[in-house]
């Protein structure tokens, strides 16, 4: 029995389609998917009969719960390793840099988990439509990881720090929370994206979306936001957890706790990566970081011991080193952005940049 690829590419009308396919895996991303759809967005660039591009996942669970990290453990835990997923980052990279300053409509369809990778393929993109089922996250600092894929830019970018509580946090948001934090443009229920996508083939995106966006449900954020942006104010991690633990509410007393779970030391990198990516402002160059923190990554215990306790042992029980914050250096954290020489990620500047 021939199997299918893990991309669908094809064309409805006037659409280009991309079908993540993997159902199985919530069509987490490998190397060979970044590729299939990199040479789909290459052939319709160039082809007048196709206007409009939307990526779906396929299965009812969600469009993409982010890279294949099973393949990342895989690689960074056998001795000399880690070319491979720094190969793949280089590639993803270069791909959610692409799907920013593509010149057609590019229309994500974030419907249930969107994580990691799968927000580097979406969020980037010019429509990104959200569903009641929306949970949208930037989960890195659970697995020893800085959020990448561009997720600290568009995170840098939410109103006062929302972002930075999502990205040291990892807390996944609804509908609403992703159209306040920026993350996505407009909310359509679930049942009527079938519908949408039918028109999209034989209309412009710009006339059929605004026939079926309507109001999100309530969200969180909006109400929590002072707290969130007094405590996350603060210059260090453990700042933040003291501010938390002082706010004197159950929300924030969680959010400490929940802080707790995480890499120490990918909580304070992540936290520098957010600082440096606001004063970066552009895609490109925090990408470019992006690729510096990821491949810095796979030289620490934590990366390898956060997928073996999340995905591989599921035993949910990561034995961070350092184990606490104040145990992290501030040379830990600087390692995490050295140059890497010839190996660096460079991206040419978005037109007009």
Known sequence: MN??????????????RLVLNRPRALNALTHEMVRLIDGALTAWQHDDAVTTVVITGAGERGLCAGGDIRAIHQDASTPGGGAASAAFWRDEYRLNARIARYPKPYVAVMDGIVMGGGV?????GGIRIVTERSRIAMPETGIGLVPDVGGTHLLSQAPGE???????????????????????DH???????????????????????????????R??????????????????VE????????????????????????????????????????????????????????????????????????VI??????????AALGEVTEEDVARFFAPLGERELRLPPADGA
């Open 219 to 236: 969200g969180e954020l909006a109400e929590q936001q002072e707290w969130i942006d007094h405590c996350y104010q603060a210059d260090t």
């Open 187 to 217: 909310y359509v229920p679930a049942a009527r994206i079938p519908r949408l996508i039918a028109e999209l083939a034989g209309a412009d995106a710009a006339e059929v979306i605004p026939r079926y966006a309507e109001p999100a449900p």
């Open 3 to 16: 199997e299918q690829p893990p991309v669908l590419v094809h064309t409805e009308g006037r659409v280009g």
């Open 120 to 124: 580097g393929i979406s969020a980037h």
């Open 313 to 322: 042992d599921k035993d949910r029980d990561p034995r961070w080193s350092p």
């Open 239 to 310: 700042e933040i957890v003291d501010r938390l633990l002082a706010q004197g509410t159950l929300a924030a007393k969680e959010t400490a706790e929940t802080l707790w779970t995480k890499s120490p030391t990918a909580l304070k990198a992540t936290l520098s990566a957010m600082r440096r990516a606001r004063a970066l402002g552009r895609l490109e160059p925090v990408l470019e970081q992006d690729y510096r923190t990821s491949c810095a990554a796979l030289a620490t215990h934590d990366l390898v011991e956060g997928i073996r306790a999340q």
């Open 162 to 184: 929302l972002g930075t509580h999502l990205a040291l946090t990892g807390a996944a948001v609804g509908a609403a929370d992703a159209l306040l934090c920026g993350l996505a």
